[in-house]
C-alpha cells in the first residue's frame, strides 16, 4: 500500500497563534484563584461541573489544572488540562503533564497518533472557548469567609 503525503508542510501562524494565547490569559486571570499553590474554584455549567486549580506557581510562571469533575451524561468522557501562565509574556498555553509527551507545534501526517497537523493550535482554541463560556454563562461557587472580624 503507498502513502500519500502531502509536499507542502504545515508552517504555524506565529502571530494568530501568540494572538491566541494572550487572549487566554487575560481570560484565564479572570477565572483563577488566589495564586496559591492548592487553591481552586469550581464552575459549574449547565450540569456540568469544573474545577480550576493553581497547580504550582513560579517567579515567571503559574501551572493551572482545569478538571471536569461532573459530567452531563455517563457517555461523554471527563476532559483535564494543564495551562502555563507565563506572566513575562502574558501569555498562556495548554501544556502536557507529562513533559515527555508535550504537544509538538506541529505534525506531519499520517502521524501514528494521528493528531492533526496544528494539534497545538486546536487545543488551545479549545480552551479559548471553554475560558471563554464559563465567564460568560458559568457560576463560580465563593466561600465567604465571614468570621474574620471585619464583619
Known amino acids: ?12 501562524s506565529l502571530p494568530r497563534y501568540i494572538t491566541l494565547c ?13 495564586e ?7 464552575i459549574d455549567l449547565a450540569s456540568a461541573r469544573y ?5 504550582g506557581v513560579s ?15 455517563a457517555h461523554l ?6 495551562v502555563r501562565l507565563y506572566h513575562d509574556a502574558k501569555v498562556a498555553e495548554v501544556i502536557h ?14 502521524n501514528p497518533d494521528m493528531h492533526q497537523k496544528d494539534e497545538k493550535y486546536q487545543i ?8 471563554m463560556v464559563c465567564l460568560e454563562k458559568g457560576r463560580v461557587h465563593l466561600n465567604w469567609d465571614v468570621n474574620n472580624g471585619l464583619v
Open 77 to 82: 468522557p471527563h476532559f483535564s488540562l494543564s
Open 36 to 42: 496559591v499553590v492548592g487553591e481552586s474554584r469550581v
Open 22 to 34: 494572550e487572549r487566554n490569559y487575560l481570560r484565564a486571570l479572570k477565572l483563577l484563584p488566589e
Open 59 to 73: 517567579k515567571y510562571t503559574t501551572d493551572i489544572h482545569i478538571e471536569q469533575m461532573a459530567t452531563v451524561s
Open 97 to 110: 503533564r507529562d513533559y515527555h509527551r508535550r504537544i509538538k507545534p506541529s505534525y506531519g501526517y499520517p
Open 1 to 12: 500500500m503507498s502513502q500519500v503525503l502531502s509536499s507542502k508542510q504545515y508552517i504555524q
Open 124 to 131: 488551545n482554541a479549545f480552551l479559548a472557548d471553554w475560558l
Open 51 to 55: 474545577s480550576l486549580s493553581v497547580a
